[in-house]
DNA sequence: GGGTTTAGGATAGTTCCACTATCCTGTTGG
DNA sequence: CCAACAGGATAGTGGAACTATCCTAAACCC
């Protein structure tokens, strides 16, 4: 299929699609001629992918960048792949942190797993960050987190198994992790909303411990 | 105080806060005469706010307006307020949405009181926007998100009660909503990335069941 | 009292992002 | 044969958040 049709199947206009060709997004057809590209399935799935990584997870062009050569590095595994997926969806920072007291605390009691990891460096990131603004986390608010949170992980997110390229397994798991993490924040809002309401809100606080 | 000290003083430069007072994010200061006026701690106190709001909870300009707008608001009390300010941190939506057969099963089981609230509205609207996206949310975990976060919840966010000034309240709760929502989130891929990496991921997904 | 700063107001310019539109040349299908 | 479309290059758009320039008038300082 050529531009036009591509364009139209995809609902991306071809003005996009050139600008995504120019920025590396979207891989080159096969050059039939000085004014004619063949273009696969697998590029209209690419376009899906940016369209679903750009229109329901919000992520940047560069961010989407990175997704995709990560895709087409043939070294890494899909394992890998969805580590970094994950990664760049939630915004994990990618250079190592040296450790907060709270996370050692946390890794040291053997509920997780002793490994450096993106999750890890963001985790540490923000902790430092926290005690920087002198808003430094409490560590029993931390514990319950904790808990939480390892209930949540139990559940597997991915309906990815089913996926039948990178392509559309990365849609997947970055659609899935937006979308849950998402969930959680409501959730979470849904809950204070509905303590601040009941009876026992002391003046100014939203809830009572 | 004057526009430069001002200036000075909180570390935004002067043309910054012109465009503040032009947007009408920032009050006028009374006016001396035609080119000159005197600004207070309260413009101090304020701009500390917008400046925090911006930087450390990314908040858009026209947010801060609405928060402001609320801080200035006489007739809101400072519960109502607090309300106002974590629905803009968290980007809650604010028109009704109906309710979804989820949320109902949740409100009805008697675990939340069953009011309407702008987090309410997110969540329904949430709730529909995957069920369009074609990734419904499995009411399994619907409800250990629920058991999570309502054991989070119990914990007060707010250190507000020494707030001084209703922008030092905003702040300090728009910087702790912020930031202990991020924790969540953080926590969260720091345990899956965990359990990803212990034995029994099985191929594709990321964690077990 | 005159010269240098500065305030405050108005207006225009800048940077970044993600496109979108225009122009041009070169096929190509009917 | 020629309108239509391909592909490439380049420029323009619009929103967001500033930033810079210009201007007049007042004030501080000696």
């Known amino acids: 299929m050529q531009l036009k049709e591509l364009g139209l199947r995809s609902g991306v206009s071809t003005a996009s699609i050139k600008f995504y060709l120019r920025e590396g997004l ?18 209209l799935r690419r ?14 062009l560069d ?28 915004g994990l920072a990618e250079d190592p942190v040296p450790d907060h007291p709270l996370t050692a605390g946390l890794v040291g009691s053997g509920r997780w797993v002793d490994a450096p990891s993106q999750a890890r460096n963001s985790l540490n990131q923000l902790l430092h960050r926290m005690d920087d603004l002198g808003v430094p986390a409490r560590a029993e608010v931390l514990a319950a987190y904790a808990d939480a949170v390892d209930q949540v992980a139990a559940l597997d997110l991915a309906s990815a198994e089913q996926a039948g390229s990178r392509d559309e397994l990365v849609l997947a798991v970055a659609v899935g992790t937006h979308l849950y993490s998402q969930l959680l924040l ?5 809950a204070q909303a509905s303590r601040a309401m009941r009876p026992g809100g002391r003046g100014r606080g939203q809830g009572a411990p």
Do not use: F
């Open 26 to 43: 979207l891989p080159r057809g096969r050059t039939m001629d000085s004014s004619r590209a063949e273009y696969t399935q697998a590029h």
């Open 47 to 60: 376009l899906e992918l940016i369209k679903g990584l750009r229109t329901v997870v919000g992520l940047g």
């Open 186 to 190: 409501k959730m979470l809002a849904v």
């Open 63 to 90: 961010r989407i960048k990175a997704v995709t050569a990560a895709i087409d590095d043939g070294q890494l595994g899909d394992v890998e792949l969805m580590g970094r997926v994950q990664a760049m969806v939630l």
